[in-house]
């Protein structure tokens, strides 16, 4: 099967977090959002009505690809990086980032 393209993955990625049941957090992501003051709910909000304006990447650490989705939530511009295995509705938080302090 052909990489699926950036749109695929966006809305691969809303449907997936509908059901919070398949979002996992790794320990990493949330010691950044505890840092960051992000809380899950802000999470989930970024995945489900955020947008990716970088090209996805292979990563070694998690099978399929390093999706950057980015959204305005809460007066912070955050990023949530998830690990996608498409067409699988599983998504794995890797980071979460406050893209308004850079």
């Known amino acids: 099967m052909a990489n699926p393209s950036n749109h695929q993955l966006e809305r691969h990625i809303r449907q ?16 950044q959002m505890r840092a960051r003051h992000v809380n899950q709910a802000m999470a989930m909000e970024v995945l489900r009505m955020g947008r990716m304006h970088r090209p996805p990447e292979p990563d070694i650490r998690f099978a399929g690809l390093k999706c950057r989705m980015e959204h305005f939530v809460s007066g912070m511009n955050v990023a ?4 996608v295995e498409y067409p699988e509705p599983g998504l794995t938080v890797v980071t979460v980032i406050d893209i308004t302090k850079g």
Do not use: G, I, Y
């Open 16 to 31: 997936s977090s509908a059901d919070s049941a398949d979002v996992a957090f790794v320990k990493h992501a949330l010691d």
């Open 80 to 83: 949530v990086v998830v690990a």
